[in-house]
């Protein structure tokens, strides 16, 4: 059974929209087929993968586990709202981190 796509492709998949395929393998560390694989949804990223684009993309490891079943201009939406959920969270490690008055 193929695997679904994912909220994580779909970001793979927008950050590659802005470099080649070739540029985004290197900074990863894997090839481009594989790297084409994971933004399709044809295959899954091992767990040290998805903390490599974690790491070199911000794509949060829980992305690859949210199926995408919407399409369209709702993609940018999908895009839009894992960015929020980003920056809330470099908010909140901001706050755990100052220390307290």
Do not use: D
Not at 33 to 40: E, K, M, V
Not at 43 to 67: C, D, E, H, N, R
């Amino acid at each position: 059974m193929r695997p679904e796509r994912t909220v994580g492709s779909e970001l793979l998949l927008n950050v590659l929209q802005r470099r080649t395929q070739r540029e985004g393998a290197k900074e990863v560390g894997v090839s481009q087929s594989i790297l084409s694989r994971w933004a399709s949804g044809q295959t899954m990223p091992s767990f040290s993968s998805k903390a490599s684009l974690q790491t070199v993309y911000g794509i949060p490891i829980a992305a690859w586990k949210v199926p995408v079943c919407i399409k369209g201009n709702h993609r940018a939406a999908i895009v839009e709202l894992v960015e929020t959920v980003k920056t809330l969270e470099r908010i909140v490690e901001r706050m755990l981190l100052e220390p307290s008055a």
